[in-house]
Every structure is written in structure tokens, then in C-alpha cells.
């Protein structure tokens, strides 16, 4: 997976033209994978942040409402799709290796006790991509598909 | 807390809010929230909710709460709630949080944060949403460490509290420490000293700590808390009570495990209680209470959810049945008074992303937490075997 986000982000740095990227992406991921493709989150971020890669820890504390800044210092805004969406589910399954209502509780418990706040939900990705577009320091997911100009975040293991 | 300091709050935080919407795409630096909720509710041969057998509607728990970003590590956050929960603690308005949050910078890989002011218990499983009915699994949590006559003063506390995480490849590691005091009011009293206290009860200090340990997974929750807290009492002019004192300790274990279909809590207590004075000039009493409780839930998919549960608790480990405690009294509290046992079943329904209607019913052996010891009428408050049940609407944002 860190090698394919590294060929995108290398593919999208050699093009402007959106639906060139596009179509090659596309071309690329049903070569490898096109049965994983279906559920796989990619991690994408405003282009305000200057992080271009995340350790799986930094990703969970961020999606937990543990790391609340940017290294530059900017507020981080975390934005995820409603509990039941299944790019959620396996978003939290496959890049936080938890479960939607165990990170809604925690969210909860920081929200009602004064210690963080809580993301930012939405109901559909293209809702998920325009606020992750519009807001500072925002971070978010989404299927590969559908991104346009969001930056990818790249997730490594350590 | 008067009705007074609830309107002032709510102005406050409308007018964060509305100044912040001005600006339009970054973080904002104020945010808020709440919720709503209402019930019905009846205890049954036992008073520790209704009496009388009645069905109730005290079941109403409102709170509402603002946080603002003062800068990149300082913050303020407050909370005021409205609760309603019949006889198991005073109905009222209270100021639930109000505190400082202090980032420190990280020192060897672990993150640090400083609460200055009202904050919240974060020793235990549940204490630090107790009030919060989206983030129980039960709408009367279990007795044996929930203990709701000293719901207030084991809520949180006013004073200072660290708490420090260090996250790793493969684990996570929380330290927490705090020290601080609660103002107790006359139910509180009443329940520690009887109804026939007069005179003034204080909480000289409350001193907690608890580490926490989960792998990265956070699927795991394990830790272990220590609490210390001394109470002085100052006898009224005219009053059946003395000058005198009380110390509590208690050591605590908690675990949670959380699976996709299923989940499973647990809390063991164990508590030493030392009395000096406050009824006879050279009166001595120390005894041990221990107990704990788990919990099951099963989650049937994505909208319903079960969940069984017991709870245990012995007001003295020297005396389980109760049997010492029923002859010191002469018969005047019957044995069963000396512990408490509890089964619930419970079933929740998500109904859309923030409503949820939640039922339970709880079945009881023993009254050791319906009704203070030094109740005089304490044998009309509950039968030996006596059951609770409750349905609550909520509504969070």
C-alpha cells in the first residue's frame, strides 16, 4: 500500500490534468488490486499541512483525539463519515485496526469531559472531500476514486 | 448552583458561538455541545429510586458544554448539567466542569496535559462521563464503585489534575494523577452521618492516581487506581453528632475489551473506611468494603445492542451476610443491609447517529447502598429482594 500511495503521489506530481491522473490511477489499481480497491481508505489532508507522511500510531492518535496539532503548529480537523458507511468501518478497521462505536466512545468521553473535540461527521465522501478541501489543517479519507486534488497522506508502519 | 448560573452559562457559550461562526475556513475556536435526556423509571419493595412503588418521570439529565482554544496548548472547557434521577441523588443544576487545559510540551515520547479548576475523575471506567447518559451502558451504573450517594464527590473535583500518555508501536501508556477537594451538600451528609447531623461536613483533600495500559489496538483498557481522601465534621451547636473525622482508601482494578460483535467491562473495589469521633468522644470504627461488577453487551448489528450484567458489594469483608451488623444494632438493621447483589439485563436501540432509546431492569439481593446505616427508619426503605427498571430517551450533539 505505501508503495502504490508513493507511485500516485509520484503520478499526480508528473500531471495537473485531473482526469489524466484519473484514468491512470484507475488503470493502475485494477492491474494490482481491484478486489482491495473497493474498500480501501486513503488518507487525504487540506494543502495547507505540510505532513506528506503519517506513522500508524500518529494516524490513530489523530483519528482518537490525541494529537490535536500539526508538527507547523496548525489545529488539526478531523472528518469522518457517520458510523454505519462502510468506507468508515473499514477505515477504522484496516488503518486504526478498531471499531466505529469504539471510536465514537472515545470521542464521546473527550467531548462531554472537556478534553478535545469531537471530528467533524458527514454523510457522504463527496460531503468528507469538500470540507476536508475548505478547511485548514483538515484531515480526512476516501476511495481512492474519488479524489481529485486532495493531498494524499501517505501511512507508514513506523 | 442556581438557575441563574445555568443562564449565564448558556448566554456564554451562545455568544462564543456566534462570534466564532465569523470566521469561515479554518478550525473554529470555540465549539459546543449537549444533550438531552428523559425517562421513566420505578424502584420496586425498594426506595432507592421511587417510593411508594411509583413509576416516575425523574429521569431527566441535561447538559450543555463549550470549549475554546485560547492557544496552541491552552484551552478552556466547561460544563453545566440539570439532573433529575429521583432519590438516588439531589435534583439540581451543577456546575460539572470548569477547568484550564495545559499541553506541556512532550518529554521523552510522553504527551502531557495540566487541568487547573472543576475537573473531572478520570481514575475509573466511567467517572469521567458519569453524567453523560450516550456513555453509560446503563442508566444506574454499577453500585459497587458507582456508589450514587456520593455521586458528587466522587464526580470530580476542584484543584489540579497531570495526566500523561506515551503512545509506542505496539502499546499505549496513560498515567494519571490528581489532587483536589468537592464541596458536600446536606444529602451527602445525611448519608454518611444520618439525618440527625446538624453540623457541617468538609472534604479536607481527595488525592487519586491510576496507569492504564492498552496495546495499540486500544482493544484492551487495563489499569489500576488509588484513591485517598480525608473528611472533617464540625457538630452544630445543638446536634446528635460530634466533632470528627473520616478516611477513605480505595484501590481499585478496571478492564474493558472490546471486540466487533461484543464487549465486556469490569471494576473490582476494594475500600477502608476509618471513623473517628462524630458519635462518641473516643469512637473508632475501620472496616473493609470490597465488590466489583462486569458487564456484557452484544452488539446484534450496527442499531441493536444487548447487555447482562452483576454487581456485587459487602459493606464489611468481616461480615458478608450482614450478620454482625444486624446484631450490633440490636435488629434494628437487618442483616441484608450489609451487602448488595445485582442482576441487569439491558437493550439498547440506535435509532439514527444521535438518538438512542435505552431500557434495563435490574434485580436486587440486600440494600447495602438504598439508604444510609444511621437511618433510623432504615428497614421501611427496602425488603430484602427488590428490582429496578428504567426507559430513557436521549439526544446528543
Known sequence: MVIMLALIKRIRALTSNTEYSALVLSMLFLTCSPVALAQQAVVVANESVDTTSLTQSELRQIFTGHKQYWRDGEKIHVVVLEDVHTLHKAFCRENLQMFPYQLSRLWDQLTYSGQGVTPTRVSSQEALLKMVESTAGAIGYADIDKIKNEQIIEVREQ | MNKQV??????????????????????????????????????????????????????????INGHYRLSNNLSVAGQVVYLDAGNRFEKGTRLDYLFVDWTMPDVAGWQAQVHIGRFKNTHWLYSVTRDVPQTRDTTVLPQSVYFDGFRDIALGSDGLQAKFKKYSTDNIWEVNWSYGRSPLNDAQRDFFLGDDAKGSIEQDFVHQASAFWQPASMAWRVGVSWLESDFGYKAAEVDNRLDGGASIRRLMFSMQYFSEKWQLSTELVR?????????????????????????????????????????????????????ALEISTGGLVPSYFGYMDTVTVGARWDISPRWRLQAEHHWVDGAARVVSLLDPSIRDHSQEHWRMWSVQLMYWF
Open chain 2, 6 to 63: 445555568f443562564v449565564w452559562f448558556l448566554r456564554a457559550v451562545l455568544l462564543a458561538a456566534s462570534s466564532s461562526m465569523v470566521m469561515a475556513q479554518e478550525e473554529p475556536k470555540f465549539s459546543w455541545h449537549g444533550y438531552i435526556a428523559q425517562g421513566l423509571t420505578q424502584s420496586i419493595d425498594g426506595n432507592f429510586i421511587t417510593e411508594d412503588n411509583n413509576i416516575t418521570g425523574e429521569l431527566s439529565e441535561v447538559g
Open chain 2, 271 to 323: 475500600e477502608l473506611q476509618e471513623y473517628d469521633g462524630l458519635f462518641a468522644p473516643d469512637y473508632v470504627d475501620r472496616l473493609t468494603g470490597e465488590g466489583g461488577f462486569v458487564q456484557f453487551r452484544y452488539l446484534f448489528n450496527n442499531r441493536f445492542s444487548g447487555l447482562i450484567g452483576y454487581d456485587t458489594y459487602v459493606n464489611n469483608d468481616n461480615d458478608p451476610n450482614g450478620d
